[in-house]
């Protein structure tokens, strides 16, 4: 028999419950690894951030023998991505994200606080999987079949309903209020915003925005022009709303 313990807000994502709730034991059929013996439990390992066995932490290509009590620990905002750990022994430099198109809100949400995110459409799984894997991003999904891809390292299953709870909880999560930089990148393409003269942009304002204000910037890829209107104001005070709940 094997006994695996999930801790946490693992607990809720596992596919099959035991009357333990948390704690499931079985017979061992097969050789596996751990990682998929726990994805099996419908736990993306993504979601794991540590995994013990006999006292000891091990890896997600460790090889599970008969008879072992295995202990899985959730990411949470006391993840340090930032440092190296045994299961993702390379740490990421920054947050930067790619995020499903069953969460897309999220995507001009963190692009308004500045993190470089990715939306791509009208890719299969296995592109999105391969972006996430390849330039390092973390997957935000609610997919968790996604999740399981063994190329994906940093992702996260989306748990809110609505948009700005799920930034709450990413916010929350990757613990990102000390990076936020609001309004540097652009809400429709993550282009880079940077400050352009009035008198540069002034043919492609309406009369009302060349009226009346003064400070603007332009995207570096789609070259759409911002500036500080009364529909900035609202997402200020929504932004403030969220943050406060962070
Ligand atoms: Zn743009």
Request: glycine residues 4%; aromatic residues 8%; proline residues 6%.
């Amino acid at each position: 028999m094997v006994t695996i313990n999930f801790h946490g807000v693992l607990v809720d994502l596992l596919s099959r419950k035991s009357a333990d709730g948390a704690v499931v034991s079985f017979p061992l059929e097969r050789r596996t690894s751990i990682k998929d013996l726990i994805e099996s439990w419908g736990i993306p390992h993504p979601e794991v951030d540590k995994i013990v066995v006999a006292g000891q932490e091990v890896d997600f290509a460790y090889i599970v023998e008969d008879g072992i009590l295995i202990e899985v620990f959730p990411i949470s905002a006391q993840s340090d991505f930032g440092q190296p750990s045994l299961l993702r022994p390379t740490p990421l430099d920054s947050p930067r994200f790619v995020v499903d198109v069953n969460v897309a809100k999220l995507a001009a949400k963190l692009r308004q606080l500045g993190f470089d995110t990715l939306l791509p459409r009208n890719c299969d799984d296995n592109v999105l999987a391969a972006i996430a894997g390849c330039q390092r991003r973390i997957l935000l999904t609610r997919d968790c079949n996604l999740l399981k891809r063994k190329i994906v390292e940093f992702g996260h299953l989306v748990r809110a309903e609505s948009p700005n709870a799920q930034l709450a909880e990413v916010i929350k999560l990757f613990r990102l209020k000390d990076k936020i930089k609001p309004y540097s990148r652009c809400f429709q393409c993550n282009g880079l915003l940077v400050p352009v003269a009035k008198a540069d942009v002034l043919p492609y304002l309406e009369p009302l925005t060349r009226k009346y204000y003064h400070t603007f910037h332009r995207c570096l890829d789609c070259q759409k022009i911002y500036w500080s209107g009364s529909h900035r104001e609202k997402m200020d005070k929504i932004l403030r709303e969220i943050l406060a709940s962070c």
